[in-house]
């Protein structure tokens, strides 16, 4: 792939977590627990597991759009680096929104033929975090799409490279 094309993904995506990061630390400054559990069949300890998940993405996407920004500076562009730091984000920020650790939530594989949303919620959770996960889906899965390409491209390089 020509380095501009890489540039210019870079330079996307870096744009994507910078909204992502204002969405997701707006709603974890804004909200708390007593907030979400209020709601009649959501249980304290699953919406704490919510948004652990939340705060993880959060680093994520913090530490993502940092890599970004340093592969961005480099003169003359490095190529290597930018790759490296999308097949992160594409691990750390993209692959834990849709199949987090603690399984708060997972992705329904039949959403891409129901043309309903991918995201299945294991217990009853707030109404807040629901409208949030589905404000983020439709970018999320845009930037999956787009950064599959260095999942196995990168892994492909660094097996040649050993």
């Given at each position: 792939m020509r380095n501009s094309i890489v540039q210019t993904q870079t330079e996307e995506v870096k744009r994507?977590?910078?909204k992502t990061l204002v969405v997701i630390a707006g709603f974890l400054n804004e909200t708390k627990l007593s907030e979400l559990i209020h709601e009649e069949g959501v249980e304290k300890e699953y919406s704490e597991g919510i948004l652990s998940v939340l705060r993880r993405i959060l680093v994520s996407c913090e530490d993502g759009k940092d890599a970004c920004s340093l592969a961005l500076q480099c003169e003359p562009f490095n190529?290597?680096?930018a790759e490296k730091a999308l097949f992160s984000i594409?691990?750390?920020?993209i692959e834990e929104f849709f199949s987090p650790?603690?399984?708060s939530?997972?992705?329904?594989p039949r959403s891409a033929y129901t043309g309903k949303q991918a995201i299945k919620f294991r217990k009853a959770a707030?109404?807040?975090v629901q409208e949030l996960i589905s404000s983020l889906e439709l970018d999320f899965q845009r930037f999956r799409e787009e950064l599959d390409y260095y999942e196995?491209?990168?892994r492909t390089k660094m097996?040649?490279?050993k």
């Open positions: 994507f977590l910078e190529k290597m680096a594409y691990h750390l920020c650790k603690n399984d939530w997972y992705e329904d707030p109404q807040k196995t491209d990168y097996m040649q490279s």
